[in-house]
């Protein structure tokens, strides 16, 4: 089975470009997350989407992000336009719905996208 | 404070050793708990999930007590394999999302 998968594993813009990054969950996934994580900092959720909808957007930096999943399939973090401090690597995870009485779904991640803002 | 707390290390420990790393996190409505490992420049990986009785896999034993929001990861003879960032993830409430720290970094030594 494939796992989470992440276009591009780089990307190097100048300030003010625009980025978009790709992930592609595990077929299956309802649940799919953007993380982020900035140099000397720990990992920070950015948002979380079931299915389609946008479940949580808490961790959302500014609204020069914008994260898409039409279709409740891949998804889509763009960056417009991009700061120096939006530098850092961008995660994205998958899960399956949630099983009662478990406790609690696990999050497959991608290799995530490195990127660099000049 | 810091919603995840670990000790950064590292701990760098000759092969066969045991470590244990303590985390503590501060949101009392977490309900789910995990240790991920993260080699360099890779992501995270579920190492294990953390149930409040306590619960082993192999060589790795982690512990949860929920009143003291305080959880540890123990790995008995260690390998070089083993060498990684090993990170407390609590997972946030009623929310899906995953709460990290900064991680331990383990460094295992010949």
């Known amino acids: 089975e494939a796992g989470v998968t992440q276009f591009p594993s780089h990307s190097v813009i100048e300030k003010g470009q625009t980025v978009t990054l790709r992930c592609d969950p595990i077929s299956g996934h309802d649940n799919l997350y953007w993380y982020r994580r900035v140099m000397g900092k720990e990992i920070k959720f950015l948002l979380h989407f079931v299915k389609e909808s946008k479940q949580d957007e808490s961790g959302m930096p500014n609204n020069r992000f914008l994260a898409e999943r039409t279709g409740g399939t891949y998804s889509t973090l763009k960056v417009q336009p991009a700061e120096l401090e939006d530098s850092g690597v961008y995660f994205c995870?998958?899960?399956?719905?949630?099983?009662?009485?478990?406790?609690?779904?696990?999050?497959?991640f991608g290799p995530g996208t490195r990127l660099l803002v000049l | 404070r810091k919603e995840v707390e670990q000790d950064p290390g590292p701990f760098n420990v000759p092969e066969g050793a045991t470590v244990a790393f303590n985390c503590t996190y501060s949101?009392?409505?977490?309900?789910?708990f995990f240790w991920y490992r993260q080699d360099c420049r890779k992501e995270p990986k579920l190492l294990m999930s953390?149930?409040?009785s306590g619960n082993e896999d192999g060589r790795f034993t982690a512990q949860l007590n929920r009143a003291s929001q305080y959880i540890s990861l123990l790995i008995r003879d260690s390998k070089l394999s083993d060498s990684a960032t090993y990170l407390c993830?609590?997972?946030?409430?009623?929310?899906?999302?995953?709460?990290f720290g900064k991680g331990t970094k383990l460094s295992v030594k010949p």
């Open positions: 995870a998958s899960s399956q719905d949630r099983v009662a009485g478990l406790p609690g779904e696990t999050q497959y």
């Open positions: 953390v149930y409040s």
């Open positions: 949101n009392s409505a977490s309900q789910s």
């Open positions: 993830v609590p997972r946030g409430g009623s929310q899906g999302n995953l709460i």
